[in-house]
């Protein structure tokens, strides 16, 4: 009857086993399961066996189970909550897989939102390396938040069974005296990725090593950002390269001289020429996080100057200057367009036949050089004679020394010279020469 029950809500939010059982009870589907258990159980006496019973007890037990009550966090106002979405707890709510494999290495997704909104808060962040690692809900909830519940819907993905489970994780802020811490720094590490940074044990460290340099009385991590959410770039996959990540913590004491050492004139000479700062307390971090000083920010918020712009007043939402709105009546006449669609493709058409017997006729009907054409046609035939005579001499008078057409005219000129006159000394394109230049 356990697994019948909801599990305990967290930060004091757990119910007894009697409230429990009451509150399945006058739950409208526990309702209608034990109706339909009681009825089923009767069938089932006279028709099926004991295994059967075990099979579908099982089933019941199986759905029940996977509606479970709302968890409830308390995180404080201005420090950083973090609340791991652990795939262990979401396997036993998937049923059991009839095929052969190993179900504690399913891949499980998970998928976050606002109870009736498709996405997260806008201070909630969410981040899953991959299916076989764990989801990790993280953010800084602000003062606007104190007193007003967040319900956030968790859906579970099983990528190999295809089954989804659902639960509600209900975020009551609560508001905290010291908020908010008047000094704040934000530190960015280069060697670490978001999700490593937000493991209890590295942050741990981190803020020990931060507690070193400071020295203060109370320390709080308010904030953390992947570097890709501040415009990063995503490193190569070589040489196990990190994405980089911003830390925000805040304290109640003054920076130390050791932060102040990047605002000094040398330390700043080095920035802008992108080389390292000389700092002194460097070497309590870089045993495990390597920081890019020269991107560390000291805010004291005590010298900041709130801006306060005011919001316009949005009215009531009604535009008083216009009258109420009038639709167009039923009774209006239909319009024929088959007149405007002729014209339409009636004009272009009659343009485009008029432009194409212009173009055919310009191309066909007035054609020009065609003596210039000859021309060239008879220069050449001359090239391929001469290429040819140059392997045999002793031949006759070549036809390329007749005269092939008059330049002017275009007639056939008969030829100047008998057929024994001697062609030793006369040049091949006398015939030519003499034409131009008649």
Excluded at 371 to 377: G, N, P
Aim: glycine content about 6%; hydrophobic content about 40%; aromatic content about 10%.
């Amino acid at each position: 009857m356990s697994s019948l029950l909801p599990p305990a809500r967290e930060g004091g939010g757990g119910r007894n086993a009697a409230g429990c059982l009451l509150s399945w009870l006058s739950n409208p589907v526990a309702i209608r399961l034990n109706l339909l258990f009681h009825v089923r159980f009767k069938k089932m006496r006279s028709t099926m066996s004991a295994a059967g019973v075990a099979v579908w007890l099982g089933t019941v037990v199986t759905i029940l189970s996977r509606s479970h009550a709302d968890r409830n966090v308390y995180p404080s106002a201005g420090v950083l909550f973090v609340h791991v979405l652990e795939r262990e707890y979401f396997k036993g709510e998937f049923p059991p897989y009839p095929k052969s494999g190993d179900a504690s290495n399913d891949p499980i997704t998970f998928n976050t939102n606002l109870m009736g909104y498709p996405d997260r808060p806008g201070w909630l962040r969410y981040i899953q390396r991959t299916p076989h690692s764990d989801g990790v809900l993280y953010g800084s909830p602000t003062a606007e938040h104190v007193g007003k519940a967040t319900v956030i819907e968790i859906t579970a993905y099983n990528r190999r069974t295809f089954e989804t489970a659902r639960h509600n994780l209900v975020i009551n802020v609560m508001a905290t005296e010291e908020f908010p811490l008047p000094f704040q720094a934000e530190f960015y590490i280069k060697n670490m990725n978001v999700e490593e940074m937000l493991a209890s044990e590295v942050l741990g460290d981190f803020l020990g090593a931060v507690k070193n340099v400071w020295q203060p009385e109370r320390l709080n991590a308010i904030n953390i950002t992947s570097a890709l959410d501040r415009g990063g770039r995503v490193p190569l996959p070589i040489n196990n390269l990190k994405e980089g990540v911003y830390v925000m913590v805040g304290a109640d004491v003054p920076f130390s001289s050791c932060l102040r050492e990047v605002e000094s004139p040398h330390n700043q000479l080095r920035c802008s020429q992108e080389m390292e700062p000389v700092i002194s307390c460097d070497k309590k971090f870089r045993a495990q996080f390597h920081i890019d000083w020269c991107k560390i920010s000291l805010v004291d918020i005590n010298k900041v100057v709130p801006v306060y712009i005011p919001r316009p007043d949005p009215g009531t939402g009604i535009l008083p200057e216009f009258a109420p709105y009038d639709p167009p009546s039923e009774s209006l006449k239909s319009r024929d367009y088959f007149s405007d669609f002729l014209i339409t493709l009636a004009v272009p058409s009659a343009v485009a036949l008029v432009l194409f017997f212009i173009l055919g006729y310009a191309m066909c009907c007035k054609r020009e050089g065609v003596i210039q054409l000859v021309h060239h046609s008879s220069i050449q035939k001359s090239t391929k004679e001469l290429r040819s005579m140059s392997k045999n001499r002793e031949i006759s008078w070549p036809l390329s020394t007749l005269p092939v057409f008059n330049p002017v005219s275009g007639e056939v000129v008969p030829p100047i010279h008998p057929d024994n006159y001697e062609t030793t000394s006369m040049p091949l394109m006398q015939t030519q020469t003499l034409g131009i230049y008649h």
